[in-house]
């Protein structure tokens, strides 16, 4: 690097651009923010959930979990066989369909703002332009935990088809994961439920998840950017690490890819569409990527009891309500269902 490259970075390190700074930042967690509102209440839409309130509060809500927040339920709510003080616990399951569109916008626009920084961005401009987009990511989730207080009539026959609250599947998805068993844990309990509902965002948890889950996104976008710039001496890091997490999170972009299409392909032969394509938009990283490890023959121990059990992919359901202590493999789900074979060309591919 020439003489002149380095006083120019040393002197964009003494003199940070501001003004560029907090555009960027106001840009990129605006982006997201507009992203994950609309996919959660587009979500919601489609899988009927404005007939039993009002899709403001449920939103904020659903937009909360999706960046590592919690909701937490009272009043009559009565789901997955908890009645009165024994659902009074925090909803902390992430409907990571909505978590994934906010990561990336978030990350296309911070990537986007350090190109403008040069061939080399100096440490004091790379934590800036960080820490920027994390404190108004973290001051929006603020504003949603305001936004998420409500109390919500919800009816479980009017949004569960054929009559089962929160049952909501993506036929032809049992392999790689069921929707209605994998997302509704934290928004099934909002949507599924048969009486009238209180529900609140707890603002600490989920301003610490949002703090944590927005500096994760960004960690992970700049190690898996293969042309943005890095701090001087990080030359290791570009061959070395880029290279592997740039190659993962393709594969994990692939399979949500995957699993869509698979969801639009069942939508189109099923009878409810809209609420096949509703979980799909809000689920569909949630149940592709339980299905990658599971497709490489990574073991994990588990067990489901009560009502709860109903609510996981078929053939899963079957193996975790045996207590026979062995642990879930694709060998063992396959002996129940032989499409989980499936999984592994898929993860081989």
Same mark, same amino acid.
């Given at each position: 690097m020439s003489a002149a490259a380095k006083t120019g970075t040393a002197r964009r390190g003494a003199h940070l651009p501001w003004p560029d700074i907090l555009l960027s930042a106001v840009a990129s967690v605006s982006w997201a923010s507009i992203g994950m509102v609309g996919t959660a209440a587009l979500g919601l839409h489609l899988l009927g959930a404005g007939s039993a309130g009002p899709l403001g509060p449920m939103t904020a809500a659903v937009v909360a979990l999706g960046a590592g927040g919690s909701v937490t339920p009272s009043a009559g709510m009565s789901a997955f066989g908890a009645k009165g003080v024994?659902?009074?616990?925090?909803?902390?399951?992430?409907?990571?369909?909505?978590?994934?569109?906010?990561?990336?916008?978030?990350s296309w626009f911070f990537l986007r703002s350090l190109r403008t920084a040069g061939a080399v961005v100096s440490p004091a401009e790379l934590l800036a332009r960080a820490g920027a987009v994390t404190a108004l990511f973290t001051a929006m989730l603020g504003g949603l935990a305001w936004a998420g207080h409500g109390v919500v009539t919800l009816d479980g026959d009017v949004l569960a088809p054929e009559g089962e609250p929160g049952d909501v599947r993506i036929p032809g998805l049992e392999g790689l994961g069921d929707v209605g068993g994998l997302l509704p844990g934290g928004i099934g309990e909002l949507i599924g439920a048969r009486t009238t509902v209180g529900f609140a965002v707890d603002t600490a948890p989920t301003l610490l998840g949002g703090l944590g889950w927005s500096a994760g996104i960004l960690l992970i976008a700049l190690l898996a950017s293969r042309r943005t710039p890095l701090p001087q001496g990080w030359d290791a890091v570009h061959r070395v690490v880029r290279p592997a997490v740039s190659a993962l999170v393709t594969v994990l972009l692939?399979?949500? =890819? !995957? %699993?869509? &299409?698979?969801?639009?392909?069942? =939508? !189109? %032969?099923? &009878?409810?569409p809209r609420r096949v394509l509703g979980a799909a938009l809000l689920g569909v990283p949630n149940g592709v990527w339980l299905g990658v490890p599971v497709g490489l023959s990574v073991p994990f121990d588990g067990r489901a009891t009560g009502e709860a059990a109903a609510f996981l992919p078929a053939p899963l359901d079957r193996v975790l309500t045996v207590s026979s202590g062995q642990p879930v493999t694709l060998s063992r789900l396959a002996e129940l269902n032989g499409r989980v074979w499936l999984l592994g060309v898929a993860a081989a591919l």
């Open positions: 024994e659902v009074h616990t925090a909803l902390r399951i992430t409907p990571l369909g909505v978590g994934l569109v906010g990561a990336l916008l978030l692939l399979a949500v =890819a !995957a %699993g869509a &299409a698979t969801a639009v392909y069942a =939508a !189109a %032969g099923d &009878a409810r």
